[in-house]
């Protein structure tokens, strides 16, 4: 994750306005005497007190969904690493991003693979899988590395500090993975045992300030002394609930200083600064609405299983509704080599992390409520499907297409009917 990039090429200003709103009906604002209430999108930015006005919608046919997600699955087993890892440092190019070696590399992979076990055991779990003897055999063997491998994840640098994403997503997987183990107290003593050493790990690794980056550019300490990053706390804290919600307290501390972290960086209309270190500058683009459309789920969602009552049905509403139809400020830098050389200065690896926490997002509304945002996501998924069954967003080494096929399967199978 590169430093941004300033922009002033203006020429296609028009072209990209169109683009930006092409999932969508124009916004209300941008049509004359057109009722904002319309659009869903109300004329007092900071009122939630409604929820949006949504726009029809076809859904996607249940088969539909279902054939997407046997192709993302038939995409990840063939993909697998003969070790059972996924991903690698190879398929590099021109540009490729800080990624100090060996370190940054055992992060990417050990955040990949996690992902890819969480969303092939939320399949299994659900019945989801066209071959399921492949699919447990694919599920065993990444385990397997999971368990060997992650008790020597730390972080490559003084300066990088990956691992923290290996560290949060390995304990999503273990979480599935316990649940996986049900019949078997001795792998699920294992299982919390590891959870628990990624619990330290967090905390040997939390920013001094509280919560987590995943740089630290300042003075290299023991400790990292950066800012936190609000996304990396969001996604850390949606980490330790779901580990909680099985039991497995995380240290009430450096929770705590977490939310605090994250709420700092929160703004008025619910959405979320990069991170602190950009407190002086709250209408930059990487902190507009816009700008913000990647980050804003996965915030909202963390600080709503940590009991933030602001984080009403009517703000996740109208934040997903948001996520469709301004959709294309994060599209528009999907597939870009450059991190946040897009508009807002958004980067490709924000599009299906994005979708990712807004599916959880969908999961805390009330079930008779899901239909509408079930169908908003399932077409943006089904839509954007590669033709060898993979989701991908941005190059990452060769990273990008199970990580982003993990994300979009644990997606679709929450846009699922019930």
Not at 115 to 144: F, H, P, R, T
Not at 224 to 246: C, K, Q, Y
Not at 340 to 362: I, N
């Amino acid at each position: 994750m590169s430093s941004f990039r300033r922009h002033t090429c203006v020429a296609f200003t028009a072209a990209v306005l169109v683009i930006a709103h092409s999932a969508a009906p124009a916004m209300a604002d941008d049509i004359p005497g057109k009722i904002a209430e319309a659009s869903g999108i109300l004329n007092d930015a900071l009122d939630f007190s409604q929820p949006p006005v949504l726009p029809t919608i076809e859904a996607p046919r249940k088969t539909d969904i279902r054939a997407s997600i046997d192709r993302g699955v038939a995409f990840l087993l063939a993909d697998q690493n003969a070790n059972g890892s996924w991903g690698s440092a190879t398929r590099t190019k021109g540009l490729n991003i800080f990624a100090p070696v060996p370190g940054a590399h055992h992060a990417f992979r050990t955040a990949t693979t996690s992902l890819c076990i969480s969303a092939l055991i939320e399949l299994e779990s659900g019945g989801l899988c066209q071959d399921v003897a492949a699919v447990a055999e694919s599920i065993d063997k990444s385990e397997a590395w999971l368990t060997e491998h992650l008790p020597n994840l730390r972080r490559a640098t003084s300066d990088a500090i990956y691992n923290v994403w290996g560290h949060g997503y390995s304990i999503q997987a273990l979480v599935r993975m316990h649940g996986r183990h049900q019949a078997d107290a001795a792998k699920q003593e294992q299982i919390v045992t590891l959870i628990k050493s990624q619990f330290d790990m967090l905390t040997r690794f939390e920013s001094v300030d509280g919560g987590w980056g995943y740089y630290d550019f300042r003075y290299g300490g023991n400790q990292p002394t950066s800012s936190s990053i609000s996304f990396v706390n969001g996604a850390l804290l949606v980490a330790m609930a779901e580990a909680r919600d099985i039991g497995v307290e995380p240290p009430k501390r450096v929770v705590d200083r977490a939310i605090a972290a994250l709420r700092r960086q929160q703004k008025p209309d619910f959405s979320y600064l990069y991170g602190e270190y950009l407190q002086y500058q709250p209408m930059r683009g990487i902190n507009r609405p816009g700008g913000s459309l990647g980050r804003t789920q996965c915030c909202n969602t963390a600080l709503r299983y940590w009991g933030d009552l602001s984080i009403t049905d009517n703000v996740a509403k109208n934040w997903l509704y948001r996520l469709y139809v301004r959709n294309g400020w994060l599209d528009i830098g999907r597939k870009r080599p450059i991190p946040h050389e897009s508009w807002m200065q958004v980067a490709g690896y924000f599009y299906y992390f994005g979708h990712y926490y807004a599916a959880l997002s969908m999961d805390q509304l009330p079930a008779a409520d899901r239909a509408p945002y079930q169908s908003m996501l399932a077409k943006l998924m089904l839509d954007r499907q590669e033709a060898d069954g993979s989701w991908w967003d941005y190059p990452l080494y060769d990273y990008h297409q199970p990580y982003g096929t993990g994300f979009a399967l644990m997606t679709l199978k929450r846009c699922l009917p019930d």
